[in-house]
């Protein structure tokens, strides 16, 4: 497994959100993020982390709390924008470590909102979007979400669903089940 070794930041993001349209002058931005780091080399998990962030611009919904579980008042306690991306280049190496998500909404996420804040992009330009390898690997017509991916890879879903510390676990074993049938690309390719 050599070529695909090192390690790898799994990351995914959930962001404010309403059932319809946002409130006037409200935008998505992110209130979690979490990451799980993968050592392709040992094929395990090795961290598992969690960024909580307040919103600048929009509130927490019933819709999202429903969804996520996040509340207002816990996302309001939460870090700025701008230091969760500090944060992830200066203690997790976000800059320099390949990474992954499960599809590419958590990538554009990102890069909206470091434009919109005007924050540094936090992240090196070599991300996967697990879930088009997971689809090229299985053969499927349609890519499908998280959830489904976990029980066609016969895997359990371990934690809350729409949680992005538990959704970045998920995601990061799915990533090892790819790697162990060696359709994982390997580091520093792009898909």
Not at 37 to 59: C, I, M, Q, W
């Given at each position: ?44 998990r ?49 800059g ?6 499960w ?57 809350r ?31």
């Amino acid at each position: 497994m050599d070529s695909f070794g090192g390690l790898l930041n799994v990351v995914d993001v959930e962001a404010t959100c309403w059932e319809g349209q946002p409130p006037p002058g409200a935008v998505s931005e992110i209130i979690e993020i979490g990451l799980t780091v993968v050592d392709l080399d040992k094929a395990e998990r090795v961290g598992k982390h969690r960024f909580v962030v307040a919103p600048a611009r929009s509130t927490v919904s019933a819709f999202c709390t429903e969804l996520t579980g996040l509340t207002q008042e816990e996302v309001a306690a939460g870090i700025g924008f701008a230091e969760a991306c500090r944060l992830l280049a200066a203690r997790h190496g976000a800059g320099e470590r390949p990474w992954a998500s499960w599809g590419d909404y958590d990538r554009h996420q990102f890069t909206r909102q470091c434009a919109a804040a005007d924050v540094p992009y936090p992240f090196g330009h070599r991300h996967t979007n697990a879930k088009a390898v997971f689809t090229r690997a299985h053969g499927l017509r349609k890519r499908p979400g998280m959830a489904q991916a976990l029980r066609i890879a016969g895997l359990p879903l371990e934690g809350r669903h729409h949680r992005g510390e538990d959704d970045a676990w998920n995601i990061a074993a799915l990533v090892l089940d790819l790697a162990g049938r060696r359709a994982w690309p390997a580091v520093g390719a792009e898909t």
